[in-house]
């Protein structure tokens, strides 16, 4: 069974980190690039960061230098540090497989207000 289940958002401060996880399985995890989305209210859902199969990485320039992708293909689980957040980083944050393009987990709520 597919599964892909983001967690560790929460309520920060401007300024403040978060590390968000998705845990996956059912998936072939370490063959697929994979990505971070987020969609904020009102807003399309956009992609904010990829991770590729050979480890290379890319950001959209609204995070860049202060998000930081990683994979740790042994637990097939992605993770998305952030730093620096910003009260227009609030979004719902969501891990994708190039795998399975169409399927989406749950998300994970992140907000950043003082």
């Known amino acids: 069974q597919v599964q892909l289940v983001e967690s560790g958002g929460g309520l920060v401060q401007p300024g403040g980190s978060l590390r968000l996880v998705c845990t996956t399985t059912?998936?072939?995890?370490?063959?697929?690039?994979m990505f971070w989305f987020r969609q904020a209210p009102g807003n399309w859902r956009e992609k904010v960061a990829t991770?590729?199969?050979?480890?290379?990485?890319g950001y959209a320039d609204s995070v860049k230098g202060r998000f930081t992708i990683s994979r740790d293909n042994a637990k097939n689980t992605l993770y998305l540090q952030m730093d620096n957040l910003r009260p227009q980083d609030t979004a719902k944050y969501y891990c994708?497989?190039?795998?399975?393009?169409?399927?989406w987990g749950q998300g994970t709520q992140v907000t950043v207000s003082s």
């Open positions: 994708n497989s190039g795998q399975l393009p169409n399927y």
């Open positions: 059912g998936i072939n995890f370490s063959s697929y690039p």
């Open positions: 991770i590729d199969t050979d480890f290379s990485t």
